[in-house]
């Protein structure tokens, strides 16, 4: 079993930085990919950012240039660096790990950009 625990979050003014990180435990398979959705009230869960194993990392185009996902392969922990908020980025954001066809997810943890 795979576990995900998230950290980070909280609530920000437009234009400010928050910072996730996402640390995982259990049986994992180095050749994962690792990465971070989100879900805003009434809407779908979304990719935010995902980095592969020793691969490079991709956005979603309403993130780049602002987001950056980085990962320590010795921790088994993936970050999300988060700046330039903007109320369009609130929501309950997701850590994921992807093995084949094992998708995992942490809890959740909320980002409130508000005035």
């Known amino acids: 079993q795979v576990q995900l625990v998230e950290s980070g979050g909280g609530t920000v003014q437009p234009g400010g930085s928050l910072s996730l990180s996402c640390a995982a435990s259990?049986?994992?398979?180095?050749?994962?990919?690792m990465g971070w959705y989100r879900q805003a009230p009434g809407r779908g869960r979304e990719l935010v950012a995902r980095?592969?194993?020793?691969?490079?990392?991709n956005y979603a185009d309403s993130v780049k240039g602002r987001f950056r996902i980085s990962r320590n392969y010795a921790n088994k922990t993936v970050y999300l660096q988060m700046n330039n908020l903007q109320l369009a980025d609130t929501a309950v954001y997701y850590c994921n790990l992807l093995f084949g066809t094992a998708n995992y997810w942490g809890q959740g943890t909320q980002v409130t950009v508000s005035t």
């Open positions: 980095i592969p194993y020793g691969g490079l990392p």
């Open positions: 259990g049986s994992i398979f180095s050749r994962n990919t």
